[in-house]
């Protein structure tokens, strides 16, 4: 039985008084909930997070770290430095840093890499856009996308890691996928798990994100192979993530 996992990604949207006031809201509504719950927040934030969330079951996640182990790489920050500030979990890949900041495949693949070399659990997202959705191309994006990591780091690697399904075309948009679309996309992503290792597969904990909300939260992650979500503007408010928190 895979743990449902809900995870925030608060993106580019924090202050001071507000990591306070979300992190706290956050820790105070946990008592009845079941889920691993992460929360994935800028990088200037992290200590303050992780100093607010010590022994809680709040864990704290950044939203991206560089290639390299370490050097002159201006602004940049190391996947070394993260696992320093006692923060367990990165995203990787996401479809912003894919389509904004020019992250390949390669590149994905690479910081999937350097984050478990780091004793780093990645949250590897992985989805198509809209036009390669209408094309009848998602499984071959959303298999290239896999498979790019599966070569690079091994399949035994993904006992480490978390994938996350975020259609390109339901982030920020208000349009969720449908329960089947979306169970349909993450049995596939399992299969290409299991071409590789079925054991590994069954286990892979595999999220949703786009659009999910505290209406939809619950048909989504009661899919089979739903196993909870990946969070964006219904992250920014303790209720709203502690409703979808508790519908895992
Ligand atoms: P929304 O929940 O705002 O659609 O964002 C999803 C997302 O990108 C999480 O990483």
Same mark, same amino acid.
């Given at each position: +039985? #895979? ?8 993106? =580019?949207?924090?202050?001071?008084? =507000?990591? %306070?006031?979300?992190? =706290?809201?956050? @820790? %105070? ?16 934030? @992290?200590?303050?997070?992780? !100093? ?11 939203? *991206?770290?560089?290639?390299n182990e370490s050097g002159a790489f201006?602004?940049?920050?190391s996947?070394? +430095? ?47 856009? @809209?036009?390669? #959705? ?9 298999? #290239? ?17 978390? /994938? ?27 299969? /290409?798990?299991?071409?590789?290792? *079925? ?12 659009? =999910? ?33 508790? !519908?895992?």
């Amino acid at each position: +039985m #895979r743990e449902v996992i809900v995870a925030g990604n608060w993106k =580019m949207n924090a202050t001071k008084e =507000m990591t %306070n006031t979300l992190v =706290m809201g956050v @820790l %105070n509504g946990l008592s009845d909930v079941n889920a691993k719950v992460i929360a994935c927040v800028p990088f200037p934030y @992290l200590s303050q997070a992780v !100093a607010l969330t010590t022994h809680s079951q709040l864990n704290i996640g950044a939203q *991206n770290l560089n290639t390299n182990e370490s050097g002159a790489f201006t602004g940049e920050v190391s996947a070394e +430095m993260i696992k320093d500030l006692d923060v367990q979990y990165v995203i990787v890949g996401h479809s912003e840093r894919r389509s904004l900041y020019g992250e390949t495949d390669k590149i994905v693949a690479e910081k999937i890499e350097i984050a478990i070399n780091n004793g780093l659990t990645p949250l590897f997202c992985v989805g198509e856009l @809209l036009s390669e #959705r209408e094309e009848g191309n998602t499984e071959a994006v959303v298999g #290239r996308q896999v498979r790019a990591v599966i070569d690079r780091v091994g399949i035994e690697a993904f006992r480490d890691i978390i /994938v996350a399904y975020e259609p390109v075309w339901a982030i920020g948009t208000g349009v969720t996928a449908t329960p089947e679309q979306a169970q349909e996309t993450h049995a596939f992503i399992r299969s /290409v798990l299991a071409d590789n290792d *079925n054991d590994i597969a069954q286990s892979t904990p595999i999220l949703y994100g786009g659009s =999910m909300n505290p209406i939809n939260a619950e048909e989504l992650i009661g899919c089979k192979d739903i196993d909870g979500g990946l969070i964006g503007g219904a992250s920014l408010k303790a209720d709203s993530f502690l409703q979808i928190c508790r !519908a895992g």
